[in-house]
């Protein structure tokens, strides 16, 4: 059973980077079709996706974001990770990282249980 | 920019049958936006439900299905359950690997 768990974090002050991890089990991070995904809930607001990489290293990201956000992965340690540079407090939000489901295509078909980062002043 | 759409509230008697939508502010849905959805009920992970339009995730039940109807993508449930009273999402594929989501349905049963 595929299991994600983000790590990170809680509280990042204004201005700062923010850094998170996202732990893979019980299965593979390099298969071929696997891309691996972040996503963000502002309080009480809708889902937002940030961006996605696949385990060669390709990226996409969030139009909107893309000038903060640096997504990584290290196959090694099967983890990938989310940079958000120049945070405020639009920022605080519920993350979570997910794996897509039958390749790229399929949006996004396992998720992380989520985890809460508060952007401080 | 496109907006995804969908109907900020919806409510069905338990039971019953409803759709909720997923449209575009500027164009029409159609399977190569590869539409998904996902459920989510406060404070809990969003759970897919469908994606590629109309492929169930696994342990979906099959009151559940996904579909184009006319011009929006589409999630209907059919028999309606009190747990199924949640927020509704989905998610578009708009090209040059980008993804945009809807707002969110808030689905009421009663």
């Known amino acids: 059973q595929l299991q994600l768990q983000e790590s990170g974090p809680g509280l990042v002050k204004s201005s700062e980077t923010l850094s998170l991890t996202c732990s893979v089990s019980g299965g593979s991070i390099s298969g071929s079709s696997y891309y691996w995904g972040w996503i963000r809930q502002s309080p009480g607001k809708g889902l937002e996706w940030i961006g996605s990489i696949h385990y060669s290293g390709s990226t996409y990201y969030n139009p909107s974001l893309k000038s903060r956000v640096v997504i990584s992965v290290d196959t090694s340690k099967k983890q990938f990770s989310l940079k958000l540079s120049s945070v405020s407090a639009a920022d605080t939000a519920v993350f979570y990282c997910?794996?897509?489901?039958?390749?790229?295509?399929?949006?996004?078909?396992?998720w992380g249980q989520g985890t809460q980062v508060t952007v401080s002043s | 920019q496109t907006v995804v759409t969908q109907e900020p509230s919806f409510s069905v008697s338990p039971g019953g049958t409803v759709t909720l939508t997923c449209g575009l502010s500027?164009?029409?849905?159609?399977?190569?936006?590869?539409p998904s959805w996902y459920q989510q009920t406060p404070g809990q992970t969003p759970r897919t439900l469908i994606y590629s339009t109309n492929t169930r995730s696994s342990g979906v039940p099959d009151r559940f299905s996904g579909s184009i109807l006319g011009n929006k993508a589409a999630l209907t449930i059919t028999g309606a359950q009190a747990d199924d009273e949640s927020d509704y999402y989905c998610?578009?594929?708009?090209?040059?690997?980008?993804?945009?989501f809807g707002g969110g349905t808030k689905l009421t049963v009663l």
């Open positions: 997910a794996r897509h489901i039958g390749g790229y295509s399929g949006g996004f078909g396992y």
């Open positions: 500027s164009g029409s849905v159609s399977t190569t936006y590869l």
């Open positions: 998610v578009l594929y708009m090209g040059s690997g980008i993804w945009v």
